[in-house]
């Protein structure tokens, strides 16, 4: 048999126009006609941790500080870290490859549990207020940050990464991986109105490498009013 | 679909999030002296109170935590942690 | 007809044409015509026939209040034409009719009205009983509306929305709009909705003065402009509230448009605060043949006119109770039509400049008058007024009388949001008291009439819903009220019930075809109170959900029994406030389902899949069910199963051994290296819910599996069963993770070996142990030999991103003896002959431990780790009267039991659990649960199929497994 491969359980039909392969994952580096966005890229191939420990303030991940508060996010170098509750958090890395897992008992490598999607763009979150009722424009909350809740009724971690102008913004989400091709199914047909296209992770460094390090806005979000019929019939 | 909770991790929440997990009636009481009776009550048995209830609930398709609140289930709202106990 | 294509509020552009087909023909419409307006301009003025009495309909609210105007529309029936925007070429039928809407043979069930009082159907027909299926059968050809195939399918895009508001205001009228207004003034969001495809509400068709500079309608449009631009206020237009919940969750439905993705979608909004603006609709005015086609309210004669540029009629009567009346025929006399007379249920009251400008236009006025009879046999002709005490009576010839007897605050959301209704004298209306938290209420709906009032009402209520969110609005609020106490108040309202008739055909409910008689009946039948007389009447209870008879019913019924110091009680209702379709609840709909990572590998390898829980498996790998191939592949050979559903879990901590203490029966401080512990969890009554395997991967450190089912829920058991503990320990769910591969049979150890790095002897890696190695030095893998299907097997615990490889490489290793893929239902006989239990299939609710014969996981000796369900095992271990489970055998080798066939003698001893024919045996066996006194060896067991006519099929209880009993299979 061919060389020995890992597989991705999302499988966008679309031509994939440049791959690399990292640590066996034959990544997709870029899809012809990704077009002007919204875009939805695949990230499972990134490494997660879950580190888990009674007192989370002593562990530092890659030298970085843990957020103190549930729901709160530190997106910082190549890493986000998400505090999902008082004993538990989430260290993604989504620009870089991940070192070897430290050796502490606290941390399980689970980058294959769940499927990571980033979606990002124009109306990225309009498609989102299609699918789920957490409040992703909350004015009070600052990007980027955390929401566990249900989206297209299955639980899952919302990052609202970044909120533009009016519905114009980038989240990234995870759910259990079983549920990728059904996630990325409700996740197309809800974008089909406003253009969505799966796109390749350079796609994805090139927006998110803009956002790393940086605190999010603090004003609240201008919601752009959405004309859904014509005033002059 | 009327109810919300407040989950402390995740703050409040269109019930449906959640699971319940009954009444708060405090730890198993320890085997020593417990008849089938008193354990069939532990396990079954609920006050069913027309007022505030202390109960516990699961925000399963949240963050998974457990925790309790205080519901009135005359009106089907989440309350306040009563001042008088009832 | 010609359209009055001039008038500055028309909501149509005639230089946009549409069309559509009815009876052959094409009719033409404009772009902003509804399907009603539309076969209005071409004279269509019977739409429909009525449910009961196949009475002749048309056009009455031209807000779609009653099911007047109906029709089937491209093949959907039912559909309301008033409130559907016309597409170019929607094909339009009438419904309920034999023949046509004109002329409908089935009209002379109008004069069998005396065969039908109310509740007719309640009290006849039944005796003789076996009259009942010819009448059953008879009626269901003669009554209901619209006829729609079995195997319909709903065309279109239906879809979803969440949008999120701080405050959600339900009508864009004037007082909606200032509302909307005032709460953007603090930044916060707003979501405005509006049922109708525009805003302006009751001032968007009216040219009389707003104040010195403009017209109501011109003030309708700068409201609206105001609004659109503000960048905070999401506006949702052609959106009707559907559903009110409590903590101001609302549920709405948004008809598409042209320039819409969607045919219709779902709001779910969920509001700090709201703010319900509804206003009103108009109260009907009741009088012999009041449904006439050519009559109908103020509001549809004033908006064909000013809305749709068409001129209701050519010669009118106006029977009414309002000044809006009043307007509307000064106003539609300008536009050209010929007015006859204007009847006034009031004695005194009108706004004299109206009264004025009726008198400049010679229009006669007739104060204290009332519509008493309409005439017409399909549309009206002739009608009598006559004196509010019936005293004098005079006729007019017409072709429309406009019949209007008041308003009706539209209240629909504010009950379903639980406020209470209480009737007020002076306005008529029923007005909310107690209203939910954070709810407020402005506009018509409170009384008010004048349009500043009506604005001021508005701010002040958007100013209190953003108090409700936190801002102070405090002193912006003051000012509002005090300004809206300086205009005037709620204005008196008529009271009218009715005109002075005997009501054999006065209709207080056109869909159903309640008449003032009908509701006497109820009431000298004995119903006393509105609710059980709209429910026996069945009043309301139609398309219209309560919008014609909702006010009058209640006032009708207090009139009639005249119970002193009794009010009036309003009737109730619930969601949805407007008809909807199915289509738009189920809204995108999507089949949210998991696979696992060799999904697409089994489906090319001719998998037969089945939806198991949340999971689609491969049940079968060919079109044999019986799996006889699968099956004997595994016991003599070698076979592949795809277990990756199983639930994988990672516990640790320092009091990860604690956790696993309470939750498991066995005990869990003997797990050794290198060894794999097989248990059973309990729940508090000491059945069992789940059963697994644990395996130590280090100090305070274990990996354990769960059965597919219990997958989701483990965590939240675990934690559940310890939430008083404190404990320091934690989980992680890698059910998903890791895929999961079991090699069953044999050959199995010959086809690993192959590609295994790593010792397969039997004392290298002997059976229940746990080893980790790689396959072809690159793929790692957890590897446990267990004996699920009673053969050598390895299942082998491996990313789930390398799962599809992992596969392909033992397949090609497997090539050489054969290896095949088996399914879910092969593994369901494999393990039945080896008499190994699955969950929920040889255990139910009442099952438990030692019931199942597996009490020899049971670790009595643990009572410091409190496990769930030892209490109840050691109270109910020696009760007898419990079930056990049994193996048992058939008489007739070929004949299995149905699975579920409950186990017999005088009564029910128990039920089978599973049972097969099994090739490998040449038998039928089977496991149950009986009652324990049958359990003993050798017991003959009768079993009852379902459908079986009474003859019972044999059975004997034998010992268990049946199959391999040494289990020499599974440690070769």
């Keep these: 048999m061919k060389e020995i491969q890992r597989q991705s359980p999302v499988q966008f039909k679309a031509d994939a126009q440049k791959i690399a392969m990292r640590d066996n994952w034959p990544v997709v580096l870029e899809y012809s006609n ?120 299955l639980p899952c971690q919302v990052v609202t990464l970044e909120r533009g102008h009016g519905f114009d913004g980038g989240l990234l989400l995870t759910c259990s991986r079983g549920y990728a091709r059904s996630m990325v199914h409700a996740i197309l047909d809800a974008g089909a109105e406003f253009g969505l296209r799966p796109a390749g992770e350079q796609r994805f460094s090139a927006w998110a490498s803009g956002l790393s390090g940086k605190p999010g806005s603090a004003q609240a979000p201008s919601v752009m009013h959405l004309v859904t019929t014509r005033e002059n019939l | 679909m009327a109810l919300t909770i407040s989950c402390p991790n995740c703050g409040k929440r269109n019930g449906y999030e959640f699971r319940y997990g009954g009444e708060d009636k405090g730890p198993r009481p320890a085997e020593e002296g417990l008849t089938p009776q008193s354990w069939c009550d532990y396990v079954h048995m609920n006050n069913c109170v027309a007022g505030i209830q202390k109960e516990w609930w699961c925000h399963k398709n949240g963050c998974g935590a457990w925790f309790t609140i205080f519901r009135n289930t005359l009106t089907n709202l989440e309350v306040e942690e009563p001042e008088a106990k009832l | 007809m010609n359209r009055l294509t001039k008038l500055p509020t028309l909501r149509i552009d005639p230089s946009e044409n549409r069309s559509l087909q009815y009876k052959g023909q094409t009719y033409q419409g404009v772009a902003g015509d509804t399907v009603a307006t539309a076969l209005y301009a071409n004279g269509v003025r019977v739409f429909a026939r009525s449910l009961k009495y196949h009475r002749p309909r048309g056009l009455y609210s031209l807000d779609g209040e009653c099911s007047n105007t109906c029709m089937q529309v491209d093949d959907i029936p039912n559909v309301r034409t008033e409130n559907t925007l016309l597409k170019n070429g929607m094909q339009v039928k009438d419904q309920n009719v034999k023949g046509s809407a004109e002329f409908d043979w089935m009209g002379f069930m109008d004069k069998l009205d005396c065969l039908m009082p109310a509740g007719f159907y309640y009290r006849t027909m039944h005796k003789p009983a076996s009259l009942w299926p010819i009448a059953m059968k008879q009626v269901r050809n003669a009554a209901g509306l619209g006829k729609i195939a079995p ?61 010195q500079e403009k017209a109501l309608y011109q003030r309708a449009r700068e ?58 609709i108009e109260r009907p005015l009741l009088f012999e043949n009041n449904e006439r086609p050519g009559i109908m309210q103020v509001g549809c004669a004033h908006r064909l006119a000013r809305t749709y540029g068409l001129l209701p009629g050519n010669q009118a009567v106006f029977s009414i109770g309002h000044d809006l009346g009043l307007e509307a025929a000064a106003d539609l006399f300008d536009l050209g039509l010929q007015i006859a007379c204007v009847a006034d249920i009031r004695a005194d009251g009108q706004d004299p400049q109206l009264l004025l400008a009726l008198t400049k236009r010679n229009i006669p006025f007739l104060r204290g008058w009332v519509a008493c009879e309409a005439h017409g046999s399909r549309q009206v002709e002739k009608v009598t007024l006559s004196t509010i005490d019936g005293s004098a009576k005079r006729q007019f010839g017409c072709d429309l009388l406009v019949a209007s007897a008041g308003l009706t605050p539209i209240t629909g959301p504010l009950t379903l949001a639980q406020a209470k209704l209480k009737y007020d004298m002076h306005t008529g209306y029923f007005l909310p008291v107690d209203l939910p938290a954070k709810t407020h209420i402005a506009g018509r709906l409170t009384g008010l009439q004048h349009a500043l009032a009506i604005e001021a009402s508005g701010r002040l209520a958007g100013l209190n819903a953003a108090a409700d969110c936190g801002f102070d609005t405090a002193k912006s609020a003051a000012e509002a009220g005090q300004q809206l106490n300086a205009l ?430 099994s090739f490998t045996l040449n038998e039928s066996v089977g496991l149950a649960l009986v009652d324990a006194e049958l359990a003993a060896l050798g017991t003959r067991l009768e079993i009852f199929e379902d459908e079986c006519n009474g003859k019972r099929l044999d059975a004997r209880i034998v010992p268990m497994p049946f199959y391999d009993p040494q289990g020499e299979r599974m440690k070769m």
């Design chain 3, 151 to 211: 195997d319909f399918r709903m065309k279109g895009d239906y879809t979803e929305i969440y949008p999120r508001a701080a405050v959600c205001v339900i009508g864009g009228g004037a007082a909606g709009m200032t509302a909307a207004l005032a709460a953007a003034e603090s930044g916060l969001r707003v979501v405005l909705l509006d049922a109708r495809p525009w805003l302006g509400g009751c001032f968007d068709y009216r040219v009389s003065a707003y104040d």
């Design chain 3, 488 to 917: 005037p108040g709620p204005e008196r309202g008529t009271r009218l019930v009715s005109a002075p008739v005997k009501g054999r055909k006065s209709f207080i409910c056109f869909d159903e075809d309640t008449t003032l008689k009908n509701i006497k009946q109820a009431i000298e039948m004995g119903f006393d109170v509105p609710e059980l007389i709209k429910r026996f009447t069945s009043a309301g209870t139609g398309p219209g959900q309560g919008g014609i008879p909702g006010h009058n019913l209640p006032l009708l019924v207090s009139e009639y029994q005249a119970r002193t110091g009794a009010k009036p009680i309003p009737t109730t209702v619930r969601p949805p406030l407007v008809p909807t379709f199915i289509a738009t609840y189920a809204g995108a709909n999507h089949d949210m389902c998991k696979r696992t990572p060799l999904h697409d590998l089994q489906k090319k390898a001719g998998g037969v899949f089945r939806r198991m829980g949340v999971w689609r498996r491969a049940r079968y790998f060919s079109e044999d069910f019986s799996c006889r191939e699968e099956i004997l592949n595994v016991r003599n050979n070698v076979g592949l199963l795809d277990a990756s559903t199983l639930g994988k879990f990672r516990i640790h901590g320092p009091d990860a051994l604690k956790a696993l203490q309470r939750v498991y029966v066995s005990n869990m401080a003997k797990v050794a290296e290198g060894r794999v512990k097989y248990s059973a969890m309990c729940n508090d009554d000491g059945c069992v819910i789940d059963d697994g395997v644990v395996v130590k991967l280090a100090e305070n450190d274990y990996y354990f599996t769960t059965s597919t089912g219990r997958a989701g829920e483990t965590v939240e058991w675990i934690r559940f069963h310890t939430r008083y503990d404190g404990w320091d320990f934690h989980l992680v769910n890698l059910t998903d993770a890791m895929g999961v591969i079991n090699i069953s049979g044999p050959n199995a150890c010959k086809v690993l070996a192959k590609v295994a790095d790593t010792d397969l002897a039997n004392e290298a890696f002997p059976f229940s142990s746990y080893r980790e190695f790689t396959i072809r030095k690159k793929i790692p893998v957890r590897a446990m030999r267990l004996g699920f299907v009673g053969e050598l097997s390895y299942e082998l615990h491996a990313d789930a991103s390398y799962m599809p490889a992992l596969w392909q490489i033992i397949e090609e290793a497997g090539q050489e003896f054969g290896i095949r893929n088996f399914g879910v239902e092969a593994q369901n006989v494999l393990r039945l002959e080896k008499c190994h239990i699955i969950l929920g299939q040889e255990s139910e609710q009442r099952t438990n431990l030692l019931d199942l014969g597996l009490g020899f996981l049971w670790h009595r000796n643990k009572p410091d780790a409190k496990t769930v369900g030892a209490v109840a095992l050691r109270q109910t271990e020696k009760d007898p009267g419990r079930f056990r489970l049994v193996g048992f055998k058939m008489e007739d080798p070929q004949r299995p039991p149905r699975d579920g066939s409950i186990i017999v003698d005088q009564r029910i001893r128990g039920y089978v659990c599973t049972a097969r024919k």
């Design chain 3, 223 to 280: 409201l609206a402009k105001a609004v659109e631009a503000t960048p905070n206020i999401r506006v949702f237009k052609h959106t009707a509230v559907v559903g009110v919940y409590n903590n101001n969750l609302i549920t709405a439905f948004q008809v598409g448009g042209e320039s819409d993705s969607f045919n219709e979608r779902y709001l779910e909004i969920r509001a700090t605060s709201v703010v319900v603006a509804t206003g009103c």
């Design chain 1, 34 to 153: 990704e077009g002007r966005g919204p875009f939805v890229v695949d990230l499972t191939h990134k490494a997660k941790w879950d580190l888990q420990d009674k007192n989370l303030a002593t562990h530092k991940p890659l030298g970085l500080d843990i957020p103190t508060l549930p729901g709160a996010c530190a997106f910082q170098k190549s890493v986000l870290i998400n505090r999902l509750n008082r004993t538990q958090c989430a260290i993604w890395h989504l620009l870089a490859d991940a070192p070897a897992l430290p050796g502490e008992p606290g941390y399980t490598d689970v980058t294959e549990s769940t499927v990571l999607l980033a979606l990002f763009g124009p109306n990225a979150l309009a498609i989102a207020e299609k699918l789920t009722a957490l409040d992703l424009m909350d004015p009070q909350k600052q990007t980027p940050f955390l929401l566990q809740g249900p989206f297209s009724h």
